[in-house]
DNA sequence: AATACGTGGTG
DNA sequence: TCACCAAGTAT
């Protein structure tokens, strides 16, 4: 390693000294690295997810599951309905998997890269971070703050994800061999904070002497991205039925399957939409629909235009399938995913539940 | 390699 | 308002 490169990560770490983010499950530069398990879920949370989004689900997680046998022993529902709301539900469903293979295995993480990366839902980025923060091991670390630190860094031109096998081996020549979790953790703060998408803040920033991007005067410009895809609209139907069980207001709740959109995750009963690239899918039951409205909601690669059919009659219909009748008076603790839990807001509003 | 997979914050 | 985008992974 030549002078200049170990004065990036010299910089960059003596800058991390003294502006590193306060983050609950980080320890502050310089202390004996946190607990694996604290560090591995903080990066699944984070994975395509904001730190602001991220910290009201890593605290009940840590109060739930103080530890990664306990998260292993928890009851499927309990997880995901834990981690409605915060999206990419597949997730959620390997972070089960990863800690029931761990637990399994005496309730220690492997330490090592290589074995990290055959857990499941840590990838290329977590089993780097993991064994890079939580082990001291040398891994090169690199997510989206990364790719636009040193694209703008190097001045690579060559557009995203194609740039993708330049940026690691550029991150690779500036990662130290010492403190390469600090190092990939002030990379982070560096992106999110000073190199950011739009405005970087060049006059903080303490790798501005030493970037190609500052120096061709537009450093915004880069990282250079492919054009994406428009998103279609999908149209379905949800259903909202009510019926008073025991004296009490309850709605027919469904599991989601395993896998695809939502998978795993409770919800209304719908005409399957999820499926179908137009909607206009099947009616769940013959019976005096109400039309309630609709519903917009945006997914990662598609919209959904969403109506809402409620029947609220004394009789429910017969043929109902699998499903649970769940009280409404607990809804918010059923773990509706985002758009069913907007969808249960419009039909107790019109029915006058609830505001 | 390309696509599926959520959500809320931000400018 | 709305397009962009975030500590990516699985297939």
Redesign the pocket.
Known sequence: MDASRETTAERLLDWYDAHA?T?P??APPGTPAPDPYRVWL??VM????????VKEYFAKFTRLWPSVSDLAAARDEEVMAAW???????RAR?LLACAREVAARGGAFPETEVELRTL????????A?VAAIAFGARAVVV???VE?VVSRLFAIETALPASRPEIRERTDDITPQARAGDFA?AM??L??GIC????PKCLLCPLSEMCAARASGDPARLPV?AP??AKPTRTGRAFWIEARIAGEDHVWLVRRAGK????GMRALPDDGW?ARQDGHGEDLAEGPWEPAGRVS?????FALDLRLAIHAGASPPEDLGEGEWWPLEKLDEAGL???FAKAARLALAHTGEDA
């Open positions: 983010r983050l499950w980080r903080s990066e984070l994975q395509q997810t904001t730190v602001a989004a409605a709301g915060l999206g990419y539900y597949a390997n499941p839902g840590l990838g290329p980025y977590t089993a971070a997510d989206a703050n636009r953790q982070m703060d992106g999110s950011t998408v739009r405005e991205k994406k895809k695809g959109m939502l998978g999820a909601h945006v997914f990662s690669h995913p985002t758009l």
